[in-house]
């Protein structure tokens, strides 16, 4: 009988031990993330920022290994805080028929605090291979994730905008700032 029991309280104790090494499937805190453009223009620089950014990733919190890692955003939730320059920027991105931009890892380095995620970008209906690169701080039950990454607007078949007849710069530089709690 005694055996039994010391059985039964072994295999609890296994599937409990299995069960808390399992990745989990996180989402970012919504309050404490964002995602931010930045294009350059001879006479300045535009910066648009999204607090309503759908990170999600894999992880596992005992190992502190990422395993997954995606993201979504609708383009009409930038704001640079110039709502004529917003409404032209959703016309030269169509963001009527290309109303998000996604992504999704296709490789996970990480080495120390710091990760390089390597995945397919969907932006105005192209898709492309990025590197993003991202510092990470752990804590007991929180990650935050701060990084960027740069993509060519040509490259996504986006025409660059232009004032007075300058167009802005080739290279959108992204920003991520992403809190995940468990």
Not at 52 to 62: C, E, I, Q, T
Not at 68 to 82: H, I, M, Q
Not at 131 to 147: D, P, Q
Not at 150 to 161: I, M, Q
Request: glycine content about 4%; aromatic content about 8%.
């Amino acid at each position: 009988m005694k055996m039994r029991v010391y059985a039964v309280a072994w295999l609890l104790s296994m599937v409990c031990a299995l069960t808390a090494a399992q990745p989990k499937t996180l989402d970012a805190i919504k309050e404490e993330s964002s995602v931010t453009y930045r294009m350059v223009h001879p006479l300045h620089r535009i910066e648009a920022t999204s607090n309503d950014v759908h990170y999600r990733l894999v992880v596992d919190p005992s190992t502190k290994e990422i395993n997954r890692v995606s993201a979504r955003v609708e383009v009409l939730t930038f704001d640079s805080g110039n709502s004529n320059r917003d409404s032209h920027a959703m016309e030269v991105i169509d963001a009527i028929t290309y109303p998000d931009v996604r992504f999704s890892s296709t490789g996970i380095t990480q080495t120390g605090d710091s990760v390089r995620v390597a995945g397919k970008l969907t932006f105005h209906g192209v898709t492309k291979a990025v590197v993003i690169t991202a510092a990470l701080k752990w804590s007991e039950n929180k990650l935050v994730v701060r990084g960027g990454f740069d993509v060519s607007l040509e490259a996504f078949d986006v025409e660059r905008p232009s004032l007075l007849m300058i167009p802005v710069e080739d290279t959108l530089s992204f920003s991520i700032d992403a809190a995940f709690g468990w």
